[in-house]
């Protein structure tokens, strides 16, 4: 299971490079090797636009520095351990000290970065398991990671940054330097502003890039789905937070 962690989280470095500025060019392994799993039987929402707790919620980290919470089961461990006192949590932490708890050094820690994952909105998409959430401190986003609870092995990952941003589609355009084709949202997509698919001159996975804003925050979503079905999947698609989905999947 280490392992596994270390390789998602090598992944994700070069995945989130890619989301979180303009792209001189797709890194096309970002999105190889995710696993993830769960059934959305409800809808929840969030406010509009969902805040992030401070300016600098999470502090000065290295590059390297990940929170990696690999499903909602270690999620619910995470949030329980951080309501014990100090002891008990440096226990806790004692138990988990790898590669995926990096950045979390003390209980102060770890309440910044729930907070942090809980002021971002997160989907909860039909058919698809949350796998994987990532809080990356050197690009300050979380991605979440999904796969398909059907035969399909259709994955998604859902890469947000937690500033607040209410940047339009043209201001979107106006940073990359690919060509971004901008998809009709109206009222079809319920909470986008905007839809744009990144157009990739050689494309030799078959993965898609497309780039919106929901509750205000820059949003990147990464995916083997066939277009037309990812567009089917976000007429359906509503945002909830990570503790709220985490609470009605248990």
């Excluded at 070069?14 to 797709?26: L, Q």
């Excluded at 089961?73 to 002891?87: G, N, Q, R, S």
Aim: charged share 25%.
């Amino acid at each position: 299971m280490k392992r596994t962690v270390i390789i998602y989280i090598l992944l994700m470095l070069s995945f989130v490079s890619a989301c979180a500025k303009p792209m001189s060019g797709v890194d096309n392994t970002a999105a190889a090797g995710k696993d993830a799993g769960s059934s959305t039987t409800e809808t929840a929402q969030t406010e509009k636009n969902t805040v992030a707790p401070t300016e600098n919620h999470l502090g000065e980290h290295s590059v390297s520095a990940h929170l990696v919470i690999s499903g909602i089961e270690a999620y619910h461990e995470f949030v329980k351990a951080a309501e014990l006192d100090d002891k008990a949590f440096q226990e806790y932490l004692d138990s988990h000290s790898t590669y995926s708890m990096n950045g979390i050094n003390a209980r102060e820690d770890a309440i910044k970065a729930i907070n942090a994952l809980n002021s971002v909105p997160m989907p909860e998409i039909a058919g698809f398991d949350l796998e994987l959430a990532d809080l990356n401190y050197a690009y300050d986003n979380v991605s979440f990671w999904f796969k398909s609870n059907g035969v399909d092995g259709s994955l998604l990952t859902f890469d947000v940054k937690l500033p607040i941003s209410d940047e339009d589609a043209q201001e979107i355009k106006d940073g990359y330097d690919r060509e971004l084709v901008e998809i009709p949202v109206k009222d079809d997509y319920p909470e986008l502003k905007y839809l744009l698919r990144v157009v990739l001159d050689d494309k030799p996975d078959s993965y898609s890039y497309f780039n919106t804003n929901i509750h205000s925050h820059r949003v990147c979503f990464i995916t083997n789905m066939k277009d037309d079905d990812f567009l089917n999947m976000l007429q359906s698609c509503r945002y909830t937070t990570i503790s709220d989905y985490v609470q009605s999947h248990m």
